[in-house]
């Protein structure tokens, strides 16, 4: 599936996939019968412009269904906030690139997902990039021992030492260095060979529960080439959209997109 697509699932998640009594596909066919055709061009228009905006809309879904607030937060990566809910307090609720797999599975427990979700939904990594300050502990000073981390495949190293010198904290690096616009399985693939770009993806791999899953995904028979993922993983959106959805008249529509009412 290439990113376009997942682009679109994601939008068109967003207006109305939630699993919940008052909200169901087809949501604004009374009120606004294009809505979907609407989301669905726009998107489409915007991919050929920029197919890396992808990875920005799944992170936005993920977010805001991971953290309940009246507003936007530091946490959704747009950098729209309305100032009432901490930065401390998105960080202690939202899954961390420096979250054991224990602290990760704990957080999706508490709203509702489990390990397969997690690693399901993790494999969102195969799409954007992340900043080299995330990456360069591992590199250089892992476990302050100065030396890089045991579990990087050696020669896949050279190639993060590369994309990410020593002391450069704001380069780009890509999650999935092979196919970062691509919505495809290599990602596991990556995790399953030491070549996890972050500490807790490439940790789904050393820990017990979560290991089979990724070698699932991973491996071309029990992945079936790589649909069993692309399928999962909609299913996992669908069941993420339905956290703590406000329904009735809880919240409210914003008239603009970057403020409260």
């Keep these: 599936m290439r990113s376009s697509s997942v682009f679109l699932v994601a939008a068109i998640l967003v207006m109305g996939l939630c699993v919940n009594a008052q909200l169901k596909t087809k949501f604004y066919s009374s009120s606004c019968p294009k809505a979907e055709a609407i989301v669905r061009s726009t998107v489409q ?53 420096f979250d054991t797999v224990d602290v990760q599975l704990q957080k999706f427990a508490a709203k509702g997902l489990d390990d397969h979700d997690l690693v399901t939904l993790v494999g969102a990594h195969t799409l954007g990039q992340t900043h080299c300050m995330f990456v360069n502990y591992r590199l250089y000073n892992f476990t302050k021992t100065g030396n890089a981390d045991p579990t990087i495949d050696p020669s896949f190293l050279t190639q993060l030492q590369t994309f990410c010198p020593k002391g450069e904290d704001s380069k780009l690096v890509s999650l999935d260095p092979d196919s970062h616009t691509n919505f495809d399985a290599s990602f596991f693939k990556n995790v399953r060979d030491g070549k996890g770009v972050l500490e807790s993806d490439q940790r789904l791999w050393g820990n017990d529960d979560t290991r089979p899953l990724v070698q699932k995904y991973a491996s071309s028979i029990r992945g079936l080439l790589g649909f069993r993922f692309e399928y999962e993983f909609s299913k996992a959106m669908v069941k993420m959209s339905s956290i703590e959805v406000k329904t009735g008249t809880q919240g409210e529509i914003r008239k603009t997109c970057s403020k409260i009412n």
């Design 45 to 97: 228009s915007h991919m050929k412009k920029d197919p890396t905006v992808a990875a920005g809309l799944l992170r936005l879904h993920f977010h805001d269904c991971f953290v309940q607030s009246d507003g936007p937060s530091w946490s959704v990566p747009t950098g729209r906030r309305d100032g009432r809910v901490s930065l401390a307090s998105q960080v202690t609720t939202l899954p961390s690139p």
